[in-house]
């Protein structure tokens, strides 16, 4: 059987990989130059991943939690871009780009920003502030001026992704973050206060009512009742038909993070108590009074003109 020989066509691939497409400066470029510049880009990348993933592993380790220490997904996620911009600058002088020129490419990055590439500029620059700034942080809990609640999960290049209550990832431009209102509300501290508006029938004893609200309170586990940050009740309106109340109550994180779970809790641990007190939970009602005058002269023009 003969044996294939495989070194002819090596010899002329290496040929082939060896011939310059063009010149770079004064660098002749290559296919096996574009191909150094593809592995060396793959490998800054891949090593850029890696050190991220691995400085928070080790932050994990030592800590406990990967939350107790948000300046080092911060630091964590600069180097990684550190080390991508630096790679990609070994890359592009690899294949003979000249740095001196770099003004000029520049130039040509800043027509790109004006025909079209300035949102995804204005969200890297956005997410590279809100990096250093360190006023949002994986984990915070956030309400955003378009309407999104939910948790940090990840603060990339160009989105933040958060996380609702459903378990629905929503991406969001980190420009967002930057020129629209933003409630941060795990910002410095994990406790927070909530207003649980309710009411009562007219006539209804408001001592009783209080008495009521408090115990509904303690009734949900997460309630904060230490010194200074005891439950209360308040009563905030006379309505239509109801005495409107609040119950203003500070709770910790276990509850902060769920507002809609939250607030259904107390209100139905306050149904219970105003019911055992007896106290009635007023419906809008409307009272019709009929003048018999009126009705008269109503009746007299609907049959005007009639034989």
């Known amino acids: 059987m003969e044996q294939l020989n495989f070194a002819p066509a090596l010899a002329h691939l290496r040929d082939w990989m060896s011939v310059p497409w063009f010149t770079l400066g004064d660098t002749p470029v ?8 593809v592995v060396i880009l793959v490998a800054v990348w891949w090593l850029a991943s890696l050190l991220e993933s691995g400085i928070r592993r080790v932050a994990t380790q030592r800590s406990g939690h990967a939350q107790s220490a948000p300046s080092v997904y911060m630091w964590s996620r600069v180097l990684r871009y550190t080390v991508w911009i630096v790679g990609t600058l070994v890359g592009l002088s ?3 780009f000249d740095m001196t020129s770099f003004a000029l490419f520049g130039g040509a990055i800043g027509v790109g920003i004006g025909f079209g590439l300035q949102n995804i500029f204005s969200n890297f620059i956005s997410g590279i502030i809100i990096l250093l700034e360190r006023t949002l942080k994986v984990g915070d809990f956030v309400d955003l001026q378009s309407g999104v609640r939910g948790s940090v999960r990840e603060i990339g290049m160009r989105f933040t992704r958060i996380t609702t209550n459903d378990e629905v990832d ?3 431009p980190n420009s967002e973050f930057i020129n629209g209102r933003v409630t941060n509300w795990t910002f410095e501290t994990r406790f927070r206060r909530i207003h649980v508006p309710f009411g009562v029938a007219y006539g209804s ?3 009783k009512v209080r008495a009521a609200a408090l115990r509904a309170a303690q009734r949900v586990k997460g309630t904060v009742a230490e010194a200074g940050r005891e439950p209360d009740a ?5 309505g239509d038909s109801s005495l409107n109340f609040e119950l203003v109550v500070w709770v910790g994180p276990d509850l902060i993070t769920r507002p809609g779970r939250t607030e259904a809790a107390f209100m139905w641990a306050i149904e219970d108590e105003l019911r055992a007190e007896g106290i009635e939970i007023p419906f809008p009602q409307r009272d019709l009074h009929v003048r018999s005058g009126t009705l008269n002269v109503k009746m007299e023009s609907n049959t005007a003109g009639q034989p």
Do not use: E, Q
């Open 234 to 238: 308040w009563l905030v309106g006379f």
């Open 94 to 96: 690899y294949i003979g």
């Open 170 to 172: 929503i991406i969001v």
């Open 30 to 37: 290559s296919a096996s130059r574009l191909l150094g510049l």
């Open 205 to 207: 004893d408001k001592t």
